[in-house]
């Protein structure tokens, strides 16, 4: 059989009324793609059947096929083990009955030994394409549901990260008397799976189960099936976005408010007030019908009276008026509209094809629409804050985009909080034109931009987003949260955007293959973007844990362990130079617990020595900083029940742990530069000045802290995960 005879039985199998090719049909297919198949004669009549079996030798296999059946087994068409030619005939006249007139033919094959099965196979996912399977097969696949999923095409970065996942991973070593698997056979039924998927789009789903790994290691497909659908093409992406353009939103030199607002709390008002309320530089108009001043400044009654062009329109009248905008924002040479306005797409059908229907219209006047149903931009660079969130995080390098405006308004005020460096945001809303693939792309090739962080409830081309997040990883880490993760949520996801979301596993399976690091929780995505814009990527994954109190240090370490992170044990080397630091009692063992001893050059002294082990690729200190709100707590209850203690000397006591804090945070920053080695770390206590990042002039990077060690430890696991990606993609 050669291709071109395949592509013709596929055709005209798909001219029948069975979508399903028979289980040799398909065999000899794969075995064309180099995957191991069992040897097998098809027999047609009770003679040649039995004349199979003796060429073949007792104990044999015997199969019912026909292209109406897909599920031999559950019909009662799979004998095993037959050992003579009774038992074969009894086989044949019970299948007869079983299954009527539904075999065509009979497959004799030999019996093949094996503890250990596993399945391969490939369904189409209606967002992301060809999806490659492999997991624990045979009688175990439905019950424990040990698979993995990758996108095709494969490389071989991808067929060896399948190899990590399956929980039941130990299989694939040597087992009870059985050599390890052959990885690179097994690697041949992937490749070949995904070299199928792309030569033949009509192969809908491919099911090899199970994979027998045999005594001697090697892999054999004992079953197939191939069920055929004729694939339609669909252009996922509607517009090809100008990412110049798209830019030049983020930097206007000039803004018109289309439905400029008198009244507070309307989104006219809100917006137009933010973005004066900062230092923007550009010209801004307002446009109402009414015409007047509105915050003192004049209101003009169209954006046609304007006496310049414009480059934003940032529009907030009702869904059913903004199509009527065009020409004259055509005419003003508007480059985007900012459109805040709700009413489309997640309320319906009828607001579909309103928003289908103004896409269309911007994009042939050669406007961009961000949105619609957004809560706004902002690029603190050019001090440029037009959105609801009313928070202005200092200028950096994350770029933030949200699906959900409540989501954008949390993250931007932790990050003006925390002191995170925000590059731009973009509430992305409805995604009418401007998608998530789209930002993605500008943020790419944004010099400014350091990581990518997306919250993100449903992707509209996820073979777009999969090729586009895997192009920007090789570059910069791409984080992201998604909702609608659950049923629930998806539901309810569905009815925020008005999009499909696409099966979360096959999602989570996209994001790891793309090198996306993946969070659940709203402060992880800024957690990683703190890490990411403030440290040096760690070289491995072994931590060394420097701690104030051994129980943190335990939790540490559990948590080390648990996101796959090494704590490895002190080389006696270290522990000699450890000695001569901290007191006898001390742990002499990672964690390095430096026992609550209040030299102040100690944590210094100690961190310093950590790094310097060639054992250790980052560290995470524990419990030194924080120490000051404890103290101005306890001087505080002091002051109030011992008269001789004066203020002056309490104040100078609390300025004295303030500065060594301040001493310490700079240290570390100066440890980091010095070593390259990521330094995390988690204060004891917080209060209202505490913040995640901490600065000094003339540095490249940051200190870091956060209030828990679990959150330390996701960060560290967040980086290492991208590291590890990005070698296996070098």
């Keep these: 059989m050669k291709l071109t005879d395949v592509q013709k039985r596929i055709k005209a199998q798909l001219n029948t ?29 009770t003679n040649q059947v039995l004349k199979a079996c003796r060429s073949t030798g007792f104990p044999v296999v015997l199969k019912g096929i026909g292209e109406s059946i897909q599920h031999k087994t559950e019909k009662g068409l799979v004998r095993v083990g037959l050992n003579d030619e009774n038992q074969v005939l009894d086989a044949i006249k019970e299948m007869k009955l079983s299954a009527k007139d539904m075999i065509d033919a009979f497959l004799i094959q030999p019996v093949v030994s094996g503890k250990r099965e596993f399945l391969a196979g490939m369904f189409k996912d209606p967002q992301f394409g060809p999806v490659i399977v492999f997991g624990l097969g045979g009688i175990y696949t439905e019950a424990l549901k040990d698979i993995v999923f990758k996108i095709a095409p494969l490389n071989d970065a991808d067929m060896e990260d399948m190899f990590k996942q399956i929980s039941s991973k130990k299989f694939l070593n040597a087992f009870r008397g059985e050599k390890a698997v052959q990885k690179t056979e097994l690697k041949k039924i992937f490749k070949g799976l995904s070299d199928i998927t792309q030569i033949f789009p009509d192969i809908n789903e491919i099911d090899i189960n199970p994979v027998m790994i045999q005594p001697d290691g090697y892999p054999v497909a004992v079953d197939g099936l191939i069920v055929l659908k004729k694939t339609i093409k669909q252009k996922n992406k509607t517009y090809d976005i100008d990412l110049t353009k798209l830019t030049a939103c983020y930097y206007p030199k000039s803004i018109a408010f289309i439905g400029a607002s008198a009244t507070y709390g309307k989104w006219g008002h809100m917006l137009l007030t933010n973005t004066l309320s900062r230092d923007y530089k550009g010209k801004v108009y307002l446009v109402n019908p009414r015409g007047g001043t509105i915050t003192g400044r004049k209101v003009y009654k169209s954006v046609t009276h304007i006496e310049e062009d414009v480059e934003l329109a940032v529009v907030t009248i ?61 690029n603190p ?38 002191d995170i460096g925000i590059r731009a945001f973009s509430g992305s809303g409805n995604e009418a034109m401007v998608t998530i693939e789209d930002y993605m792309e500008v943020f790419e090739i944004d010099d400014l931009t350091r990581t990518v962080v997306l919250y993100i409830e449903s992707i509209k081309d996820g073979s777009r987003f999969f090729k586009s997040a895997a192009r920007v990883s090789r570059q910069k880490p791409v984080v992201v949260l998604k909702g609608g993760r659950t049923s629930m949520g998806e539901k309810a996801a569905a009815s925020h955007t008005g999009a499909m979301a696409s099966n979360t596993k096959v999602f989570d399976a996209a994001c790891r293959q793309s090198g996306i690091i993946q969070v659940s929780q709203p402060m992880e995505l800024l957690d ?21 109190g051994g129980g943190w240090g335990v939790i540490t370490t559990d948590l080390c362990a648990e996101h796959g992170l090494t704590v490895p044990k002190l080389s006696q080397d270290i522990i000699e130079r ?57 001087i505080e209850s002091v002051l109030k029940t011992d008269p001789s203690i004066e203020k002056a000397t309490a104040q100078g006591f609390k300025d004295l742990i303030l500065q060594f804090e301040e001493d310490y945070t700079q240290y570390v920053i100066k440890l980091t530069q010095k070593y390259e080695k990521p330094i995390l770390g988690v204060s004891l206590l917080t209060d209202e000045i505490s913040r995640t990042l901490y600065r000094l002039d003339g540095y490249e990077y940051k200190s870091v802290f956060f209030p828990s060690p679990e959150r330390a430890v996701k960060a560290l696991w967040g980086m290492c995960r991208y590291n590890d990606w990005r070698k296996s993609h070098s």
């Design 578 to 634: 450890l000695n001569k630091i901290l007191p006898p009692f001390w742990s002499h063992g990672n964690p390095v617990d430096i026992v609550g001893e209040n030299d102040p050059h100690i944590p210094k002294t100690c961190m310093e020595e950590l790094l310097k082990w060639d054992g250790c690729d980052a560290v995470i200190h524990l419990g030194i900083h924080g120490k000051r709100v404890l103290v101005n707590n306890m």
């Design 318 to 378: 009702p869904a059913n008026r903004v199509i009527g905008l065009i020409p004259d924002l055509k005419k003003k040479h508007v480059k985007g509209i900012l459109l805040i306005t709700s009413g489309f797409r997640e309320i319906g059908k009828e607001g579909a094809k309103l928003e289908e229907d103004l896409a269309k219209a911007a994009y042939e006047a050669g406007i961009l629409i961000l949105g619609p149903n957004t809560m706004g931009i902002c």
């Design 528 to 548: 990683l973007s703190a890490v990411f814009s403030s440290l040096p990527l760690p070289k491995g994954n072994r931590v060394a844990i420097m701690t104030l």
């Design 17 to 45: 009324c069975s979508n399903t090719m028979t289980e040799d049909e398909a065999k000899k297919i794969f075995a064309l793609f180099h995957i191991p198949v069992v040897e097998e004669k098809r027999a047609i009549d």
């Design 381 to 418: 660079h050019i001090n440029f804050f037009c959105n609801a969130a009313h928070a202005y995080p200092i200028p950096g390098s994350t770029a933030l985009v949200c699906q959900s405006g409540n989501m954008g308004t949390q993250l931007l005020a932790f990050a003006e909080q925390q």
